[in-house]
C-alpha cells in the first residue's frame, strides 16, 4: 500500500527542532521550554515551510512520529518516567509492527496486544493499552493518520489489591532502626507527609513553610502541589539540616563531595537499609510509607476527601486504595450509629 505523506507544517519543523535540541532543552524548566517555541513560532510566521519533495513511502514512520509526540508531550509537562515508559512501550511496537501509521486498524492493534501482553499481568497489559491510546490519539488530533484505531480497545479488568500496611508496631520498629540523622529525618518525613518518591527526591528547603509545616514540591505529571508534615518530622528535619554537609538547597544531600541531591534509587536503598536493620519480615519501601499513612489517617476517623488532598490524588476512588479501614473502626462506628 502506497501512502503519500503530505509537506510537514511549519509546528512539525519547531517540534524537530527542539527534537534535535534535546540536551539543552532538558536543562530548561517547562516556561523556559515554552519560551522557546514561542521563539520559533515568531521567526516561522512570516514563512511558508515545505519539504523539499512529496515523499511516496510504504516503510514504517513510527519512530519519526515518535520524536514529535514524546517532544510535544515533554512541552505538555507529561512528567519525564511516564514519557521514558510510552518511549520504550513505542519502540516494542514499532519493532514488532512494521506498517506506515496511517494504514494501521483496531485489529492490528489487538494483534500486537495478544502476542506482546500474553505473559504480562492486567496492570501491565492495560499500561500498553494507554501508550497506544495516547500515541494515536496524539496522531488523529494533529492530522498525521485519518481516523484513531485505538478507540476500539478495551481496558482489561484488573483484580482489587488490597494494600497491606505497616502495623503500628512494625512502623514504630522501623522507626526505631533509623540511626543517622539523615535516615530518621527520611523516615519521618516520608511517613508524615504521606509523600511519594519523586516528592522526597525533589524537595527544597527554600520551598519549606517551617511555621505551617507545608512544602511546595514538584509531583507527578509535573504539577506543583502541597505537601504537610508532623512536628516531630520537622524537628528531625531541622536537625539533620544543622548537622549534615553541604549547602545545596536540596532538602535531603548525599553524604559525599559534592554533596548532591539525594536521587530515587538513593532513598530507595536507605529505607532498605533501615528495613534490613531492623529484621522486619515485611517488604519495606516507599509506597509501602505512603500506604501505611493513608491506612493510619483512615483509621483516626480522617475524611477521604482530606485524605485524598494530602496525597495528592486527583480522584477520590484513587485514595480508597490506599485507605484501609480496620475492623476496630467499624465495630466502632457502627455500634455508635445504632
Known amino acids: 500500500m502506497l501512502i503519500v505523506y503530505e509537506s510537514n507544517s511549519k509546528n512539525e519543523v519547531i517540534v524537530k527542532i527542539v527534537g534535535k535540541l534535546s540536551l539543552e532543552f532538558e536543562q ?3 516556561a523556559g521550554q515554552l519560551k522557546v517555541r514561542s521563539i520559533l513560532e515568531e521567526v516561522l510566521y512570516k514563512y511558508d515551510v515545505t519539504a523539499q519533495c512529496t ?8 519512530e519519526e512520529k515518535l520524536q514529535i509526540y514524546l ?21 516494542t511496537f514499532s519493532s514488532m509492527l512494521r506498517k506506515p501509521l496511517a494504514s494501521i486498524d483496531s485489529m492490528d492493534l489487538r494483534m500486537f496486544l495478544s502476542q506482546r501482553c500474553a505473559k504480562l499481568k492486567p496492570n501491565s497489559t492495560n499500561q500498553q493499552i494507554y501508550t497506544l491510546k495516547s500515541f494515536f ?11 484513531d484505531p485505538s478507540k476500539k480497545l478495551k481496558l482489561t479488568k484488573e483484580p482489587v489489591e488490597l494494600r497491606q500496611p505497616l502495623t503500628p508496631e512494625e512502623m514504630e520498629i522501623f522507626r526505631e532502626s533509623a540511626i543517622s540523622d539523615r535516615e530518621k529525618a527520611l523516615v519521618e518525613f516520608i511517613y508524615s507527609s504521606g509523600c511519594r518518591l519523586g516528592d522526597a527526591v525533589t524537595i527544597n ?10 512544602a511546595v514540591v514538584v509531583g507527578k505529571g509535573s504539577k506543583q502541589r502541597v505537601i504537610y508534615f508532623s512536628i516531630k518530622a520537622k524537628i528531625l528535619m531541622q536537625k539533620y539540616l544543622v548537622s549534615r554537609k553541604g549547602e545545596g538547597d536540596a532538602l535531603f544531600l548525599t553524604s559525599k563531595f559534592p554533596f548532591n541531591r539525594l536521587g530515587d534509587r538513593s532513598i530507595e536503598r536507605e529505607i532498605k537499609n533501615i528495613a534490613k536493620r531492623s529484621g522486619l519480615k515485611v517488604n519495606i519501601f516507599v509506597h509501602k510509607l505512603r500506604h501505611t499513612r493513608a491506612s493510619d489517617l483512615s483509621n483516626s476517623g480522617v ?9 495528592g490524588h486527583e480522584q477520590i476512588s484513587t485514595t480508597m486504595i490506599y485507605a484501609k479501614v480496620s475492623k476496630e473502626n467499624i465495630i466502632h462506628e457502627f455500634n455508635k450509629a445504632s
Open 28 to 30: 530548561l524548566d517547562h
Open 55 to 62: 515523499a511516496i513511502t510504504t516503510n514504517n514512520d513510527t
Open 71 to 91: 517532544v510535544c508531550k515533554k512541552l505538555d509537562g507529561l512528567a519525564t518516567k511516564t514519557l521514558k515508559s510510552y518511549e520504550r512501550n513505542l519502540i
Open 137 to 147: 490519539g496524539f496522531l488523529s488530533d494533529e492530522g498525521y493518520i485519518p481516523s
Open 205 to 214: 528547603v527554600s520551598n519549606i513553610n517551617w511555621l505551617e509545616r507545608t
Open 303 to 311: 475524611e477521604l476527601s482530606i485524605i485524598s488532598k494530602i496525597l
